[in-house]
């Protein structure tokens, strides 16, 4: 089956630094999403990406969609606390049919005020 | 608030035991995925219903089942439990091909 993998695994930032996240995919995509996920609580989504070299924006964060289709990667800038959790990147081959994702296994974010 | 509900919210069970989870999607949204989330595994999709009818089956054991009914709640039924089978379920709807979906809270089950 389809393998995501995502890193790093958890990082520790200072407030106010700058956090870069990436997924790679031994297979291509259609779609990428990256989502992130507070403890007790469902993903949320954050930005979803759609045409391969999209870059697109959400307030502090950035993602891009691989040229190649096999990657993504998210930044977050000028971390804050609430950015603490964790970040899933997800793709999406809709040539499935069914638009079911394949899920990352995810970057645990920790920010040190 | 996603507008996906999932009951209950945890589950604490024997193993060999049979429960039965609760999704209700967002209203108006036909599409239903299940997915189980656990330490070592991450999230992984397990099965999708659209508007009552088996669209897509991914790791999905043969212990495990699921329908979605008319008005369009959806059912996760796990029979002969075993201790690895405890995890985090979500459920996410979505309306159709050209949206994404949302994930409910999720059910923590727990197997002892």
């Known amino acids: 089956g389809q393998q995501l993998n995502q890193s790093p695994q958890s990082m520790f930032i200072q407030e106010g630094e700058d956090v870069s996240m990436n997924c790679t995919s031994s297979s291509i995509f259609n779609t990428w999403l990256w989502y992130k996920q507070d403890p007790g609580e469902g993903p949320v989504l954050l930005i979803a990406?759609?045409?391969?070299?999209e870059l697109t924006s959400n307030g502090r964060l950035t993602a891009q969609f691989g040229i190649t289709r096999k990657d993504s990667f998210l930044n977050i800038s000028a971390s804050i606390p609430s950015d603490v959790g964790i970040y899933f990147c997800a793709g999406r081959d809709s040539g499935a049919g069914s638009y079911q994702l394949t899920f990352g296994k995810g970057t645990k974010l920790s920010v040190i005020p | 608030d996603s507008g996906v509900t999932q009951t209950p919210k945890h589950l604490i069970t024997a193993t060999g035991q049979r429960v039965t989870l609760r999704c209700s999607p967002r209203s108006g949204d036909l599409s239903v995925y299940w997915y189980q989330q656990s330490l070592d595994q991450g999230l992984q999709f397990l099965i999708q219903?659209?508007?009552?009818?088996?669209?897509a089956k991914g790791n999905i054991l043969e212990r495990f089942s699921a329908q979605q009914f008319p008005d369009l709640h959806s059912e996760l039924n796990l029979s002969s439990l075993e201790l690895g089978d405890s995890a985090l379920y979500f459920c996410?709807?979505?309306?159709?091909?050209?949206?994404?979906?949302?994930f409910g809270q999720g059910t923590r089950l727990t197997v002892v």
């Open positions: 219903y659209y508007n009552g009818e088996e669209r």
């Open positions: 996410a709807s979505k309306q159709g091909p050209n949206t994404e979906a949302f």
């Open positions: 990406l759609y045409k391969a070299g």
